[in-house]
């Protein structure tokens, strides 16, 4: 009699295990593996994000003109927002908002810094000055899986938005007044 009641507990402790193994899968799946996937999900947006307002930036300096076309070429203002616009149609759960263009001017013996978002009034003169161009915009990046909680957590369940830039310096600086 002995042995019996000793082989039912057994079986016992296993089914108890077994009923509340889904339970524990449930809060390790909930609480740790959706946010994680959730939140490496919106940092790669958001590196996507970096990479096409880096390479706007990068066209946006090599343009021959700041505001104008000419030529039938784009102005830096133009090639920004068109390289940023194709990287937020080439993925998903991106948003990007807010483009601006500016010129960078850095005075080459103090080293004081002005920004402008209109043309240069005057010519460059890169025996004084050193001219870059910035890319800047607010992005806006949506988690995967967005996970059902009732407190608003950017990254889990609402998008995380960043303002990011970038600068590259100009390669027709004699453009700027265009």
């Known amino acids: 009699m002995q042995a019996n009641f000793s082989k039912s ?14 339970l524990i899968l449930w809060a390790v799946l909930m609480v740790v593996a959706f946010p994680v996937i959730d939140l490496a999900t919106v940092f790669l947006r958001i590196t996507f994000s970096y990479a096409g307002i880096h390479y706007a930036s990068i066209s946006a300096a090599r343009a021959n003109t700041f505001d104008s076309p000419v030529d039938g070429k784009p102005s830096a203002k133009a090639e920004a927002v068109s390289k940023i616009k194709q990287v937020e149609n080439s993925f998903s759960g991106l948003s990007i908002a807010n ?7 850095t005075k080459n013996d103090t080293l004081a810094l002005s920004s402008q978002l209109v043309p ?4 460059a003169d890169q025996s004084v000055n050193s001219y870059q161009i910035e890319v800047s915009a607010d992005c806006s990046a949506q988690p ?7 407190v608003k957590i ?3 369940n609402a998008p995380i938005t960043v303002h990011l830039s970038a600068k590259q310096y100009c390669e027709n600086p004699q453009g700027l007044t265009i």
């Not at 507990?9 to 889904?22: D, G, I, K, V, W």
């Not at 995967?144 to 009732?150: D, K, Q, S």
């Open 9 to 22: 507990r057994r079986r016992s402790s296993r089914a108890s295990m077994l009923a509340e193994l889904p």
């Open 99 to 105: 483009i601006k263009t500016a010129i960078l001017i």
């Open 120 to 123: 240069l009034a005057v010519p």
């Open 144 to 150: 995967l899986i967005p996970i059902p909680i009732p």
């Open 154 to 156: 950017e990254g889990l």
